[in-house]
C-alpha cells in the first residue's frame, strides 16, 4: 500500500463512516414523515460536511510528518542495508503507517462523541 493508498483509506473512512450514513437514514425517513422541517435536514447535512472536512484536514499534518520522516529515513539508510533489510524496513514502516492513521482516526473519532 502506498503512501497516497493510505492517504486515501483514510478520507475514505471519514466520508463513509457509517455511523453518520446510519443518522442520515433516519433523518431522511424523518424528512418524509415531516418529523423534521427541511431546514433542520440541510443544517445536519452542512454540519455533517463541515465535520467530515475537519477531520479530514486533520489527517494531513500526521501524513506530511510521516513522508518528512521516511524522506528522511531514505536518506539516511540509501545505500547501507541490504535489500533483505531494506525490504523489510519497508514492510514495517508501511505497517506504522497504517498503525498511525487508525490511532488518529480513533482519536478523531473519541474526540467526536467527547463534544457531543
Same mark, same amino acid.
Given at each position: 500500500?502506498?503512501?497516497?493508498?493510505?492517504? !486515501?483509506?483514510? $478520507?475514505?473512512? $471519514?466520508?463513509?463512516?457509517? *455511523?453518520?450514513?446510519?443518522?442520515?437514514?433516519?433523518?431522511?425517513? #424523518?424528512?418524509?414523515?415531516?418529523?423534521?422541517?427541511? #431546514?433542520?435536514?440541510?443544517? !445536519?447535512?452542512?454540519?455533517?460536511?463541515?465535520?467530515?472536512?475537519?477531520?479530514? !484536514? =486533520?489527517?494531513?499534518?500526521?501524513?506530511?510528518?510521516?513522508?518528512?520522516?521516511?524522506?528522511?529515513?531514505?536518506?539516511?539508510? +540509501? =545505500?547501507?542495508?541490504?535489500?533483505?533489510?531494506?525490504? *523489510?524496513?519497508?514492510? #514495517?514502516?508501511?505497517?506504522? +503507517?497504517?498503525? =498511525?492513521?487508525?490511532?488518529?482516526?480513533?482519536?478523531? #473519532?473519541?474526540?467526536?462523541?467527547?463534544?457531543?
Amino acid at each position: 500500500m502506498t503512501e497516497n493508498d493510505i492517504l !486515501f483509506t483514510g $478520507i475514505e473512512d $471519514i466520508l463513509f463512516d457509517e *455511523e453518520q450514513l446510519d443518522h442520515l437514514k433516519i433523518l431522511i425517513k #424523518k424528512l418524509y414523515n415531516n418529523t423534521v422541517t427541511p #431546514k433542520e435536514f440541510k443544517t !445536519f447535512i452542512l454540519k455533517q460536511k463541515a465535520n467530515s472536512l475537519k477531520r479530514i !484536514f =486533520g489527517l494531513f499534518p500526521y501524513y506530511i510528518k510521516q513522508i518528512k520522516i521516511n524522506d528522511s529515513l531514505r536518506q539516511y539508510t +540509501e =545505500g547501507s542495508l541490504n535489500s533483505d533489510s531494506t525490504n *523489510e524496513l519497508q514492510e #514495517k514502516n508501511k505497517f506504522l +503507517e497504517q498503525v =498511525g492513521i487508525r490511532v488518529n482516526y480513533l482519536v478523531n #473519532k473519541l474526540s467526536k462523541k467527547l463534544q457531543d
